[in-house]
């Protein structure tokens, strides 16, 4: 059955959004072409007339990922740093990691991957330092950097951290204390 241009590209997004869903949640290794197209609600047969791999529906994926993740920041950006950090370190963002940061999400998986992956993960954590630097206040531009290098590493941590222990008092704990810290290091 002969699809539209409209329909194809449709089905190229919705395959995109799934695979960026299912691999914040479970990890590049961890999402099979199966279970992907699946959830797309589309054939495994199809996937090889969108990709010609799941190398790259890795990287269009994380191309999608990253526009997400600068809309979101930009937004929340905007609304000042403790909305930010609330934001990123709150129980609803911890508990949805499909939906959230693939900065956190994927840092594991992405030390595994080739070199082109590297590289638009490393333009995600350009581009999130450079918005928390926007944030930081007075100092040289360079302080600013230097501290917003800190938070990320606070950020993500604590977001990894905080899903990765089973005690939701742990995980509520870790988050606060990297609130508190980054909030406390911006007066």
Same mark, same amino acid.
């Given at each position: 059955m ?7 590209q449709?089905n190229?997004?919705?395959?995109l959004?799934?695979a ?7 990890g590049f290794? $961890?999402?099979?072409v199966n279970?992907l197209?699946q959830?797309? /609600? !589309?054939t495994r047969?199809?996937?090889? /007339?969108?990709f010609e791999?799941?190398q790259?529906l890795v ?6 990922m ?9 937004r929340l950006a905007?609304?000042?740093l403790?909305s930010?950090v609330?934001y990123y370190l709150?129980?609803?963002h911890?508990d949805?990691?499909?939906q959230?940061?693939? !900065?956190?999400?994927l840092?594991?998986?992405?030390? &595994?991957?080739?070199p ?7 333009? $995600?954590v350009?581009n ?6 926007? %944030?930081a206040p007075? /100092?040289?531009e360079q302080?600013?950097?230097?501290r917003?290098?800190v938070?990320? %590493?606070?950020?993500?941590g604590?977001?990894?951290l905080? &899903? ?10 870790? %988050?606060?204390?990297?609130? /508190?810290s980054?909030l406390q290091?911006?007066?």
């Amino acid at each position: 059955m002969k699809v539209t241009r409209a329909e194809a590209q449709a089905n190229h997004e919705r395959v995109l959004e799934s695979a960026s869903q299912l691999f914040r949640q479970w990890g590049f290794d $961890g999402v099979s072409v199966n279970a992907l197209m699946q959830s797309a /609600g !589309l054939t495994r047969g199809g996937f090889y /007339g969108h990709f010609e791999s799941k190398q790259q529906l890795v990287i269009q994926s994380l191309q999608l990922m990253l526009e997400e993740n600068d809309h979101q920041w930009q937004r929340l950006a905007k609304q000042g740093l403790p909305s930010l950090v609330n934001y990123y370190l709150s129980p609803d963002h911890r508990d949805t990691p499909q939906q959230g940061c693939m !900065l956190a999400a994927l840092n594991a998986d992405i030390s &595994r991957q080739q070199p082109a992956v590297k590289g638009l993960f490393n333009s $995600g954590v350009s581009n999130l330092m450079a918005l928390l630097a926007s %944030c930081a206040p007075g /100092g040289t531009e360079q302080e600013q950097k230097n501290r917003a290098t800190v938070w990320l %590493c606070i950020l993500v941590g604590a977001l990894s951290l905080s &899903r990765a222990v089973a005690d939701e008092q742990l995980a509520e704990y870790i %988050c606060q204390q990297a609130i /508190g810290s980054i909030l406390q290091s911006k007066e």
